[in-house]
């Protein structure tokens, strides 16, 4: 069964840092493209950034610059470093695992996500 | 403002059938496949459609997709109160070099 657990969310500070895993299970970790996507509170979702399995990076433009998506497969987990938070990268951020062989935009399994705040 | 276009709700009784459009423009849905996610609150998302129409596994045969031009749709016929979710559209847009999603469309089932 696939299984994607997001963590490493929390309340931080306009400026601060965070690094979210996501502790992949259940697939070939080290054959398949990951991104993030993250929700708003009552809002929809955005994309954030996607490395694919032989390492080629994209970046939404919100996070370029502040945002480092990376991947470990000996321990297949997918990370996601944040700096220079802001208010409004306060948001639901899930890991998404995209479909094999399919369009870039086809994610077909997700995590529950985890929860960022920026407030001070 | 999404770069991809959705009408904010929907709605229809159940059995009926419903459609949500999606419009984009030539970097994104014009070049582009589209993908469609169901959101039921609370919830993360789910691939509910993919490459336009094609319908994953476990997904029932009353969701159907198409694309034409610069726009996608998606028709659930036999509408049933489960159906009562957020849904989103998402494709590639080699302008912006990522991936946009539409803003949503909350369908009711009333």
């Known amino acids: 069964e696939v299984q994607l657990l997001e963590s490493g969310g929390g309340l931080v500070q306009p400026g601060g840092s965070l690094r979210l895993s996501c502790a992949a299970s259940?697939?070939?970790?080290?054959?398949?493209?990951m991104s993030w996507v993250r929700q708003a509170p009552g809002k929809g979702l955005e994309w954030v950034s996607s490395?694919?399995?032989?390492?080629?990076?994209d970046y939404a433009d919100s996070g370029k610059g502040r945002f480092t998506i990376s991947r470990d497969n000996s321990k297949t987990t997918l990370f996601l470093q944040m700096n220079s938070l802001r208010a409004e990268d306060t948001a639901l951020y899930y890991c998404?695992?995209?479909?094999?062989?399919?369009?870039?935009?086809?994610?077909?399994?997700w995590g529950q996500g985890t929860l960022v705040t920026v407030s001070s | 403002q999404s770069v991809l276009t959705q009408p904010p709700s929907a709605s229809g009784t159940p059995g009926q059938r419903v459609t949500i459009s999606c419009s984009g423009s030539?970097?994104?849905?014009?070049?582009?496949?589209v993908n469609w996610f169901q959101q039921v609150p609370g919830t993360a998302p789910k691939l509910l459609m993919s490459?336009?129409?094609q319908r994953p596994s476990g997904v029932p045969d009353r969701f159907s997709g198409s694309e034409s031009g610069t726009s996608a749709s998606l028709a659930i016929s036999g509408l049933q109160s489960e159906d009562e979710a957020d849904y989103f559209c998402?494709?590639?847009?080699?302008?912006?070099?990522?991936?946009?999603f539409g803003g949503g469309t909350k369908l009711t089932v009333l």
């Open positions: 259940g697939f070939t970790f080290s054959s398949y493209d």
């Open positions: 490395i694919s399995a032989s390492g080629t990076i």
């Open positions: 490459s336009n129409n």
């Open positions: 998402a494709a590639w847009d080699g302008s912006l070099n990522g991936v946009i």
């Open positions: 030539s970097s994104n849905i014009g070049t582009y496949t």
């Open positions: 998404a695992r995209r479909c094999l062989g399919s369009s870039v935009s086809c994610f077909d399994y």
